[in-house]
C-alpha cells in the first residue's frame, strides 16, 4: 500500500474509533450489552441468532442488527422469531462500521437486555471496525477446517469468544474441534470457547449464560 | 464513503487495472491460461487444486500462487502434489492485487499451460482486484447456504465460472444446488455451473475439460 492510502486508512480508522467510544459508553450507560458477530460468509451467524432468539426471547429484551451485502433477507428471518431487527446494506462495502451502526441505533428501543449486531460475512476486514461493541464473538463453522485461526489471525485476536458452529456436521469432516481451539488460543489466550449446533441446539444454553454473566458484569460496573 | 477515500480507492483500482493488463497480454504471449479462484475461507479452494492437481499434472504443465494473510501452509499443500507453488503472505490486506501477483510472476516458468491463482479466502474484496487472469471461477460449498450469490453479488457477476463445492456434503444439509446456481445464473447468465466434491471427485473431469477448452480458445485466439 502506498504511504497516502496508510494515511487515509488510518483517519478513517480513528474516526471510527471515536464514534464507537460514543456507541459504547451509550450502550453502557443504559445497561445494554452489545455483542459483535463476525465470521466468513455461511458460517451461521443467523442460524445460531435464530437459536439464540428461541432460547432467550421470553425471559430477556434483545434486537438485532444485520450487516449484508445486499438484500433484506437476514433482518426477515429474525423478525420472523419474533425479534427486532434492523437490517444495514453496504452495497458492496467489506464490513459493517461505527457511522452506520450509530444511524440505525437511534431506532433500537432503549429498554433492552441484549444488542447483537451481525456483521458482513467477512473473516478479514470486519476485524478492523470497532463497532462500540462490548464482545465482539467470531464464529467459525466446522466445514471450514480447523486450519482457519493462523491463516486469519487478526479476526481471533481481536475478539472475546469463539463460537464454533455446526458441530453437527463433525461426523463427516476432518475438523478437530480441539486442534481449532488450540490454534486460536495461542493466538489469543483469553479466548472464551464454545461448541454449538444450530440444529442439535448443542451449547446454546452455554453460550447464553455467558452473555447472562458478561451483562451483569456490564451493569455491576456501571453500578 | 467519503468523496476523498473514493478517489484514492479509483485510483488504486485504476493502477491495478494497469498492471492486470499487463500481467494478461504477457501470460496469453506465452500461452497460459491464468485461473483465479474466489471464494469465502474454507470453501475448498486448496482441496480443489490438490485434486485438479492429481488429474492434470502427468499430461499438463500447471503452476499454483497461493495468497493468504499469513503462514506457507497452502503452497506447502500444494508442493506435495508434485506442482511448483508461490506463497503469498498479504500480512493482513484482505486480498491479492496485479502488483503481488507480478512480483511472483517473474519466478514461474514461462513454458506452461495453465497458472492458477488462490486469492485470499474472502468473498467480498479480491471480485474487484483483476489479478490479469483470464478466467475467474468464485466457488460456493454446500454448507455456506444456497442463499449467498444475492447477498454477495460482485463475485458472481465478476466470474466466469461458479464451482459448487462439498457436493459429497448434501445428504447433510438443506442446501440446494438448483437453487444456488438459478440465484447464481440470473446475477451473471453467462456463468458456466460445475458441482463438484473434492473428497469423491465428483466433477472434475468436467472441470478439467473446461479448462482444457479455454486454454485451447485461448491459444487459438493468438495463433
Known amino acids: 500500500m502506498e504511504k497516502k492510502d496508510v494515511l487515509v486508512l488510518e483517519d478513517l480508522l480513528g474516526s471510527n474509533k471515536k464514534i464507537a467510544a460514543s456507541i459504547r459508553s451509550r450502550m453502557v ?18 442460524s445460531l ?3 439464540l432468539a428461541a432460547a432467550m426471547k421470553d425471559t430477556r429484551r434483545m434486537a438485532v442488527i444485520e450487516g449484508d451485502l445486499e438484500t433484506e433477507r ?33 431506532d433500537v428501543p ?11 460475512g467477512n473473516l478479514v476486514c470486519p476485524a478492523a471496525y470497532d463497532l462500540g461493541e462490548t464482545i465482539r464473538c467470531v464464529l467459525l463453522s466446522a466445514p471450514e477446517g480447523d486450519d482457519k485461526p493462523k491463516k486469519y489471525p ?34 489469543n489466550p483469553k479466548l472464551q470457547v464454545f461448541v454449538t449446533s444450530a440444529v442439535t441446539g448443542q451449547g446454546i444454553d452455554d453460550l447464553v449464560r455467558y452473555f ?8 455491576s460496573g456501571r453500578a
Open 212 to 219: 447472562d454473566s458478561e451483562l451483569a458484569a456490564l451493569r
Open 49 to 51: 441468532l435464530e437459536r
Open 29 to 46: 450507560e443504559r445497561g445494554i450489552l452489545g455483542v459483535n458477530l463476525l465470521s466468513s460468509p455461511g458460517s451461521g451467524k443467523t
Open 74 to 106: 437476514d433482518a426477515e428471518r429474525i423478525r420472523a422469531q419474533g425479534i427486532p431487527a434492523w437490517q444495514i446494506t453496504t452495497s458492496g462495502a467489506c464490513h459493517l462500521d461505527a457511522k452506520m451502526v450509530g444511524r440505525v441505533l437511534a
Open 110 to 120: 432503549a429498554e433492552l437486555d441484549f444488542l447483537f449486531i451481525e456483521n458482513v
Open 154 to 187: 487478526e479476526a481471533f485476536l481481536s475478539s472475546h469468544c469463539l463460537i464454533l458452529t455446526k458441530a453437527d456436521l463433525l461426523p463427516y469432516l476432518p475438523f478437530d474441534p480441539e486442534r481449532a481451539a488450540r490454534e486460536a488460543l495461542e493466538i
